[in-house]
């Protein structure tokens, strides 16, 4: 469950903030897709769900963890709740696609027995059974998106923020990519997506929810978007 009540952030005091009295309410196992151009708000909505940044005001609620009340001591247990993946990998080169995925255990003190034991099913859920020796060079685009989810998915978070994970992929990785994800989300897991991806967005037909300014101007469930979303390359 996220929770944001009438979240405000603002960096720079006499500049627009970039999160605007947002409220904001996303059930256990949904699926749901952001979009909003370059600048809309839509990193900062991230970076406060994970405490990478703290509002300016409101009320932020992420996995029954209230963030009113979080202490910084417990900032990684509320990490283990949301795993993130971004579109640019940030694999490992030295290491394989077994050890790449281990090390997100290795970490926090799993044993080698119970990473032993993991590892293969999280391959098998992201369709790399078979390439645990593979090293991220030896992959292609699509691949290593998929090592970066199952290693965000490895210890089993509550939640799933994927970053533009089809940014740098062609049309066929994307698809794979965006297979795992609902696969992921089948499983139970709330998975919130951002994407510039106009035909993923309608082809999906998830929540869509729009973001301009810092302020949600949409929020639609089980539809496309049907307005021009402007790529980051763009602005």
Known sequence: MILLDRVT?????DLPPAIDRMSLY???KEFVVVVG???SGKTTLLK???REEV???????????DF??????KIPQLRRKIGVVFQDFKLLPNKNVFENIAFALEIVGVSKRE?????PKVLDIVNLKGKEKRMPIELSGGERQRVAIARAIVRQPRILIADEPTGNLDVKHAWDVIEVLEKI????????????????VNKLKRRVITIADGKIISDRANAGYHNKIVHEDET
């Open 9 to 13: 952030k603002r960096y720079i005091k």
């Open 26 to 28: 996303i059930e256990p």
């Open 37 to 39: 151009q370059s600048g």
């Open 48 to 50: 406060l769900l994970t």
């Open 55 to 65: 509002p300016t005001s409101g009320k932020i609620i992420v996995g029954g963890i």
């Open 68 to 73: 009113d009340k979080l202490k910084d001591s």
């Open 115 to 119: 990473i032993k034991y993991t590892i």
């Open 185 to 200: 989300n089948r499983y139970g897991t709330t998975v919130l997506l951002t994407t510039h991806n106009v035909e993923i």
